[in-house]
């Protein structure tokens, strides 16, 4: 069975960012897919959310939520212990290797006292704003801080043109995502919150 976090932001969310090499998106497509099923088939221990920018260079944006630091070690022992998923996991992350470029990684606490509206729920929303910026100022969404004091902003969207009219706020490095079933491995919540949606991954 799935399972995930209570309908509050994840007090650590790991941000995974991979960078896809030029005609590289089918193949990366269809590994990404494969993984998702094998998740499912052989017990992967953790939801994982995927997201792909829809603008500029193409680029892959994996969310992963924690409730601490050991619960974060917890799961990482749980993956160590499903010798079969780890395998398959470790094989189609060799496949995709020659397809993408050095990665870029995050792990960023949530900041309650900076959002500002209704906070995101991780695995809610068909599209992501996600604004990055080192500001002190308080600029509405959620936030996420990393201990480089970089700050990651999310604003969910349902539809493409509500991403697109998302106030963007000054200095802050902007990109707009959309989510993709087939890639994610979904809790329960995830898929309660939006069936229809959802059903595309399983």
Not at 116 to 122: E, F, K, N, R, S
Not at 144 to 158: I, K, L, M, N, W
Request: with cysteine; glycine share 8%.
């Amino acid at each position: 069975m799935r399972s995930g976090s209570v309908a509050q932001p994840p007090p650590i969310l790991q941000i995974y960012r991979e960078r896809l090499k030029p005609g590289c998106e089918a193949a990366y497509t269809a590994i990404e897919t494969e993984t998702a099923q094998l998740a499912a088939a052989l017990g992967c221990p953790h939801p994982y959310l995927g997201a792909a920018l829809l603008a500029g260079a193409t680029e892959v944006w994996w969310f992963n939520g924690f409730e601490s630091s050991a619960g974060r070690q917890r799961v990482a022992d749980q993956y160590a212990s499903n010798g079969r998923w780890m395998a398959a996991l470790t094989r189609n992350s060799e496949r995709k290797a020659s397809l993408t470029l050095d990665p870029i990684e995050a792990l960023a606490a949530y900041r309650p006292d900076l959002t500002v509206g209704a906070p995101w729920i991780l695995g809610r929303g068909r599209f992501l704003v996600v604004e990055v910026t080192g500001t002190d100022a308080r600029i509405g969404g959620t936030v996420f801080e990393s201990a480089d004091g970089a700050r990651y902003v999310v604003t969910p969207a349902q539809t493409r043109e509500d991403a697109d009219a998302a106030p963007t706020h000054g200095g802050a490095e902007r990109f707009v995502l959309a989510v993709r079933p087939p890639w994610s491995f979904p809790a329960q919540e995830w898929i309660a919150s939006d069936p229809e949606f959802w059903q595309r991954s399983l």
